[in-house]
């Protein structure tokens, strides 16, 4: 791993630390970057999926 400085939204890490049932800064954000990966590949598999059926999930949940 490499070492960042950043600005975080400590507001946002502490409900993401909630949601995420996470301790510690850097735990929380690695957690969360794998949780929005993991889900947007969920959701682009979901995508693929709608339309090979016919129809848009895109569509659908907007």
């Known amino acids: 791993m490499i070492k960042r400085a950043i ?3 400590q507001a ?3 409900v993401a630390a ?7 800064e850097e735990e929380t ?4 970057l794998r ?5 947007r ?4 598999s979901f995508d693929e999926k709608a339309a090979e ?3 848009s999930a895109a569509a659908q949940r907007t």
Do not use: M, S
């Open 7 to 9: 600005e975080v939204d």
């Open 12 to 14: 946002a890490l502490a």
């Open 18 to 24: 909630g949601l995420l049932g996470t301790a510690g």
């Open 29 to 32: 954000v690695n957690a969360a």
């Open 35 to 39: 949780e929005i990966a993991a889900l």
């Open 41 to 44: 590949r969920r959701l682009l």
């Open 53 to 55: 059926a016919g129809g």
